[in-house]
């Protein structure tokens, strides 16, 4: 089973700074590290290539810095990953990412199911594995908890909901996105942090994937940020303590009653 995981380096959300002009995260000099929703959707790759053979392929879109990113998921057990680096993606929103994305998975060919994780902690918008799908024409499954059972044909999935969760079946190739609740990632490994320093990692640019340029970068993306900032901590709070939930119930109620009348 061939799978591509697509992942994504991000600001550490310890050292997030914006640029007050751009209205964009300053990525310089700051510590990055893998999305970590996306730690999830490496190391399921992993465990589906070791209980059903195939390879998996770690994908990022990114700087050159975002390299680094890559081989941490080599080092974690992936077999391939591929840069996509090109000045032209710069200030790609989420419809060029997926878009630029898709690009990427149409070159590689052979695959069986793509991961990502369900969102990126530096957006938070769970549109560009939506995305992908919808470019590839793929189906999709999103918030996936459990992969119950998977062959060359089909798979029976978990999806998690507010209520609970769905049983999903699907045709392969598809697009997964997953939660948290899926596994734990492992930590690399001596040999493959070995590895992740000797393995060559491709760059493919725009001219590598033969993109179409009105659907990339800032000219290719319908949305942009206008504006962001932190904002005020405005008004008061109050601890309300109790020796019971009980207790507490009462004191909150006792506080509110006055405001609603």
Same mark, same amino acid.
């Given at each position: 089973?061939?799978?591509?995981?697509?992942?994504?380096?991000?600001?550490? /959300?310890?050292?997030?700074?914006?640029?007050?002009?751009? *209205?964009?995260?300053?990525?310089?000099?700051?510590?990055?590290?893998? *999305?970590?929703?996306?730690?999830?959707?490496?190391?399921?790759?992993?465990?589906?290539?070791?209980?059903?053979?195939?390879?998996?392929?770690?994908?990022?879109?990114?700087?050159?810095?975002?390299?680094?990113?890559?081989?941490?998921?080599?080092?974690?057990?992936?077999?391939?990953?591929?840069?996509? /680096?090109?000045?032209?993606?710069?200030?790609?929103?989420?419809?060029?990412?997926?878009? /630029?994305?898709?690009?990427?998975?149409?070159?590689?060919? *052979?695959?069986?199911?793509?991961?990502?994780? %369900?969102?990126?902690?530096?957006?938070?918008?769970?549109?560009?594995?939506?995305?992908?799908? /919808?470019?590839?024409?793929?189906?999709?499954?999103?918030?996936?908890?459990?992969?119950?059972?998977?062959?060359?044909?089909?798979?029976?999935?978990?999806?998690?909901?507010?209520?609970?969760?769905? &049983?999903?079946?699907?045709?392969?190739?598809?697009?997964?996105?997953?939660?948290?609740?899926? *596994?734990?990632?492992?930590?690399?490994?001596?040999?493959?942090?070995?590895?992740?320093?000797?393995?060559?990692?491709?760059?493919?640019?725009?001219?590598?994937?033969?993109?179409?340029?009105? %659907?990339?970068?800032?000219?290719?993306?319908?949305?942009? &940020? &206008?504006?962001?900032?932190?904002?005020?901590?405005?008004?008061?709070?109050?601890?309300?303590?109790?020796?019971?939930?009980?207790?507490?119930?009462?004191?909150? &109620?006792?506080?509110?009653?006055?405001?609603? %009348?």
């Amino acid at each position: 089973m061939d799978i591509i995981v697509c992942i994504k380096q991000v600001p550490d /959300t310890a050292d997030v700074k914006i640029n007050p002009e751009t *209205n964009t995260l300053v990525r310089e000099g700051v510590q990055s590290i893998i *999305n970590p929703f996306d730690m999830y959707a490496i190391e399921e790759g992993i465990r589906l290539k070791e209980k059903h053979g195939g390879k998996v392929i770690a994908i990022t879109m990114g700087p050159p810095q975002a390299e680094s990113a890559l081989r941490e998921a080599i080092a974690m057990g992936v077999d391939e990953a591929i840069l996509i /680096t090109d000045r032209a993606f710069a200030g790609s929103d989420t419809y060029a990412t997926s878009y /630029t994305l898709s690009r990427a998975i149409d070159r590689i060919a *052979n695959y069986d199911l793509i991961l990502c994780g %369900k969102q990126a902690s530096d957006g938070d918008t769970a549109q560009v594995g939506p995305g992908i799908a /919808t470019h590839l024409d793929l189906p999709q499954v999103t918030y996936v908890k459990k992969i119950v059972s998977i062959d060359e044909e089909k798979a029976v999935v978990e999806r998690m909901t507010e209520e609970g969760y769905d &049983v999903v079946e699907v045709s392969l190739p598809a697009l997964f996105t997953v939660v948290k609740e899926i *596994n734990e990632p492992r930590p690399p490994s001596l040999r493959g942090k070995m590895r992740a320093k000797k393995v060559e990692i491709p760059r493919w640019t725009a001219e590598d994937l033969d993109v179409d340029p009105d %659907k990339i970068g800032l000219k290719g993306s319908p949305t942009q &940020v &206008v504006k962001i900032f932190t904002p005020e901590r405005t008004g008061e709070h109050e601890i309300i303590e109790g020796e019971s939930p009980e207790e507490m119930a009462d004191k909150l &109620v006792e506080k509110l009653l006055p405001l609603l %009348k």
